[in-house]
């Protein structure tokens, strides 16, 4: 046979595969679902969520026993704070937790009795804040705000004291050294523009492996070998099988990376300086690790269900171990070995410091370079995992072989028997 012969062969039978996995994706609702609907719908839902990016009038509650001038001046100045609003005021300590218990508030002012005394005496007065952790967005608007409070409160009283007769004066007095503080790479420091890109491109790796191995996993419920590894048109060839299988997830995530690498942040206006050529630099090998990653996984769970409590249990670990809401040098080595086993760990910190940090394709090629060996590490795992699956595919179809010419002996001797007692 020719060589010309051999490749249209070949692209025949991953034209087959190719079109009986796309059938099975669109008729299978569960699929459908995991690799269409979730990829479009899940970014818009965490978009809008955090759309806001910081959050802004926490309700705190004030026990003030001083009931000064000054402490009425420290409750106005944190009122008029964008970040905190005082709801309610409260008798004693007690009757504000049980507010802050109840949900009520997210914090407590607590001004002492002596705290005006202690001012006036020149000597250091005490606020005590007390914060709900559970949140860690109004732990920071709470105590943030008393800070910035306390602190212009000090420098008025510092003002006082000096004496000076300009307001130049005053300012050198408090402020000698000039201080600008610039958030680099989120300038609105919002959670959104932080978080976001990585849970799109988590998003990605996740549904991938949760559409594969549940198409996967029903075929095998249902005892359909055939529809895991279809052995009637390349019986002999795991890579047409695998190129076949790959080539149709691959187009439908090129139209959901587009849509989640650049539709998303523009719609909702979150950081995005990345050009597209970096992007698709950056996208090739990592939708192609993706999709080798799930078939690899596909092929060691048995049942549907399975995979799902897989992903979705591994899914926040994940996201820690990118480096992104956790910082990487606080990751114990272990499982920063572990995270390399996973595409979008390198795939989160690329496209962050592509698409927020503005960096080149230079400054991550260390990330591009271990995707690129992801995709050879799962290509030959994936061959070797269908290797294994076409090896029990010809085990069952020997097996229905020769349950059906058993079948057929007993009928081929029944027949003669009752043919014989005829005669």
């Not at 950081?271 to 080798?292: G, K, M, N």
Request: aromatic residues 12%.
């Amino acid at each position: 046979m020719s060589i010309y012969r051999k490749i249209i062969n070949w692209l025949d039978d991953v034209a087959h595969v190719w079109r009986q996995e796309l059938k099975h994706v669109f008729r299978d609702e569960g699929v459908l679902m995991f690799c269409i609907l979730v990829p479009l719908g899940y970014p818009l839902l965490y978009s809008w969520i955090y759309n806001n990016e910081t959050v802004h009038e926490v309700p705190v509650v004030v026990v003030d026993q001083s009931n000064s001038q000054e402490s009425r001046k420290f409750i106005r100045m944190c009122d008029a704070s964008p970040d905190v609003k005082i709801a309610c005021y409260a008798v004693d300590l007690d009757d504000a937790k049980s507010l802050v218990s109840r949900q009520v508030v997210k914090g407590i002012y607590f001004i002492p009795e002596d705290f005006a005394t202690k001012l006036n005496r020149l000597e250091q007065g005490t606020i005590s804040v007390y914060c709900d952790m559970a949140l860690m967005l109004t732990y920071k608007a709470v105590y943030q705000t008393a800070l910035a409070v306390t602190t212009e409160m000090g420098v008025e009283i510092k003002k006082h004291l000096l004496g000076n007769y300009t307001a130049r004066d005053d300012l050198i007095s408090t402020s000698p050294l000039h201080v600008e503080e610039v958030s680099i790479f989120n300038p609105s420091g919002g959670y959104g523009s932080s978080v976001l890109p990585a849970v799109l491109f988590l998003i990605i790796q996740q549904t991938l492996a949760l559409g594969v191995g549940m198409a996967a996993g029903t075929a095998r419920e249902r005892s359909r070998y055939s529809d895991i590894v279809p052995v009637d048109r390349c019986y002999s060839s795991v890579g047409r099988i695998l190129s076949g299988k790959s080539l149709c997830y691959l187009m439908i995530y090129a139209v959901m990376c587009t849509y989640l690498a650049i539709v998303v942040p523009r719609m909702f206006n979150f950081i995005h300086i990345a050009t597209w050529q970096s992007l698709l630099a950056l996208l090739i090998p990592y939708l192609l690790s993706c999709v080798l990653f799930a078939q690899t996984v596909s092929c060691l769970v048995h049942y549907r269900e399975n995979v799902i409590l897989l992903m979705v249990f591994m899914s926040v670990p994940l996201l820690f171990m990118s480096g992104v809401s956790w910082p990487q040098s606080s990751i114990p080595s272990f499982w920063q070995v572990v995270s390399w086993i996973f595409p979008s760990t390198f795939g989160i910190r690329a496209f962050v410091r592509l698409n927020s940090m503005g960096a080149t394709l230079v400054d991550v090629k260390h990330e591009l370079i271990c995707l690129w060996l992801l995709v050879g590490f799962y290509f030959a795992m994936a061959c070797i995992v269908y290797g294994i699956e076409m090896s029990r595919a010809r085990q069952h179809i020997k097996e229905r072989l020769e349950a059906l010419r058993k079948k057929r002996a007993v009928r081929l001797q029944f027949k003669t028997k009752k043919k014989g007692s005829e005669a």
